[in-house]
């Protein structure tokens, strides 16, 4: 089983810093690279996804992918109480169509 | 949700009774997945298809079979629940190996 690991946190931040969430994976084969957030009691809902090396960015949120060194973060600027939230990090298994999910980080954004 | 239902929303059964959650989707996606979601575990593969009769196992499928007779349909069936299956099962789906996937509201399923 390819691994995906995440700081366990939890993370607290102040409102209107720069949350950052980390995610390694063990399959240097995954192409794909996925960001959810969840809320208590709710599903999970994706933020971003991310396939090449590099930044991409999307209102608030900046994800990073570095394949060489097998990682890929996310950022949050500005941090909002609603960004409050566990963070999941998912990657697609290479030359598979699994999708493997780190345990997630909880991020609480102190107003 | 992207047109998908998950039912029932919530499910009580005694241990050693079969259980089966199903999942429609109107998106006509080509994968579909099953996962259980675990305080401690984060969320683990059980089965997916990826295609009708087409089915395949995950991380932890012990204990569950899945069935998908229709593209719109995803069926997880526990055979005989025990204690160790009470958790939150969520669906999801996507229309090709590379896209996000999409998730249902999640069925939260209690052996007791």
């Known amino acids: 089983q390819k691994e995906v690991e995440q700081n366990s946190g939890p993370l607290s931040v102040p409102e209107g810093a720069i949350a950052s969430l980390n995610c390694t994976y063990s399959d240097r084969g995954s192409q794909s690279f996925f960001w959810y957030r969840q809320y208590s009691g709710k599903s999970p809902e994706l933020i971003m996804f991310?396939?090449?090396?590099g930044d991409k960015e999307d209102g608030r949120f900046t994800a990073q992918l570095n394949k060489a060194s097998q990682y890929v973060s996310l950022l949050i600027r500005d941090s909002q109480p609603s960004d409050s939230a566990t963070y999941l990090c998912?990657?697609?298994?290479?030359?598979?169509?699994?999708?493997?999910f780190g345990k997630g980080t909880k991020l609480t954004v102190n107003p | 949700d992207a047109g998908i239902t998950q039912s029932p929303r919530h499910k009580v059964t005694e241990t050693g009774t079969p259980v089966t959650l199903r999942c429609h989707q109107t998106e006509n996606h080509r994968y579909m997945y099953w996962y259980r979601q675990d305080p401690g575990h984060g969320l683990r593969l059980i089965h997916y298809?990826?295609?009708?009769?087409?089915?395949d196992k995950g991380e932890v499928s012990d204990g569950y079979s899945v069935s998908r007779s229709k593209t719109e349909d995803f069926l997880l069936t526990l055979e005989s629940a025990t204690s160790s299956q009470t958790s939150v099962y969520f669906c999801?789906?996507?229309?090709?190996?590379?896209?996000?996937?999409?998730f249902g509201n999640g069925t939260r399923l209690t052996v007791t």
């Open positions: 298809s990826y295609g009708v009769k087409d089915t």
């Open positions: 991310i396939y090449s090396n």
């Open positions: 999801a789906i996507r229309d090709n190996y590379n896209s996000p996937l999409h």
């Open positions: 998912a990657v697609t298994q290479g030359g598979s169509e699994k999708l493997v």
